[in-house]
C-alpha cells in the first residue's frame, strides 16, 4: 500500500517560518502531481501549492533520492493555521490519488 506520511507541524508564533515534510515512495514523487493541501474545522480543504512551485510565501520541493516532499513556509500568521496534507494526485495521468494523515500547525500572536 503506498503511505504518504507528513511531519514538521507544531505550534510557532507569527512571523515565524516552518517546513513541513511529506515521505513518499519515489515512484509517486515521479509520477503523480505532488501538491500540500489544507484545511480548518468546518472548511473545505484548499490547495496550498504544488511542486516545484513558489507562491509568495510557500515552497514546494521535491527531493527524489530523500523521497521527500517540502513545503516551506514563511512569515506565518494566525490564517495559516489549519491541518496541512500532502497529496499525490492523477497518478499515471489517472484518477488514482493519495493523502496522508495530516500534520498540525498552530500558529498564535
Known amino acids: 500500500a503506498v503511505e504518504l506520511v507528513e511531519s514538521g507541524g507544531g505550534s510557532v508564533e507569527a512571523g515565524a517560518s516552518l517546513t513541513l515534510s511529506c515521505t513518499a515512495p519515489?515512484?509517486?514523487?515521479?509520477?503523480?502531481?505532488m501538491g500540500w493541501y489544507r484545511q480548518t474545522p468546518g472548511k473545505e480543504r484548499e490547495l496550498v501549492s504544488e511542486s516545484h512551485i513558489r507562491e509568495g510565501r510557500f515552497t514546494v520541493s521535491l527531493h527524489y533520492e530523500e523521497k521527500l516532499m517540502l513545503l516551506q513556509m514563511t512569515t506565518l500568521t494566525p490564517a495559516d493555521t489549519a491541518r496541512y496534507y500532502c497529496?499525490?494526485?492523477?497518478?499515471?495521468?489517472?484518477?488514482?490519488?493519495?493523502w496522508g494523515p495530516g500534520t498540525q500547525v498552530n500558529v498564535s500572536l
Open positions: 497529496a499525490a494526485e492523477r497518478c499515471w495521468s489517472t484518477a488514482t490519488s493519495y
Open positions: 519515489d515512484y509517486i514523487l515521479r509520477y503523480c502531481e
